[in-house]
């Protein structure tokens, strides 16, 4: 049964091409998510694949949020589409929204 003040979390995982420009990026998103309720719950390296082959140096970022229209509002917003623009070509990106 799905309730209106469900959770939501954005997952990323990102592969860095070009350390530099994702410096940038990671300076102009500093504390963007938390104007719209969300709060790091994971960013780091993967230390350990156990299942698959990915690569080494991926890094795996978890933010959670009230909802998943903040959450929405956050990679909609200007700031973060801004910011965003500083870090193409420097890394790839897969973002996944859930809902929980």
């Not at 140096?57 to 589409?81: H, K, L, T, W």
């Not at 801004?82 to 973002?95: F, S």
Request: overall charge negative; aromatic content about 8%.
């Amino acid at each position: 049964m799905w309730r209106l003040d469900m959770a939501a979390y954005l997952v990323a995982t990102v592969r860095i091409l070009d350390a530099a420009r994702y410096a940038e990026y990671s300076k102009a998103i500093a504390g963007l998510s938390e104007s719209f309720g969300g709060e790091a719950v994971v960013k780091g390296p993967v230390g350990q694949w156990l299942e698959g082959e990915g690569d080494p140096g991926e890094r795996v970022v978890v933010s959670r949020f009230p909802s998943a229209d903040a959450a929405r509002g956050y990679i909609g917003s200007p700031q973060y589409q801004a910011a965003r623009a500083l870090r193409d070509g420097a890394v790839q990106v897969e973002m996944r929204l859930i809902e929980a």
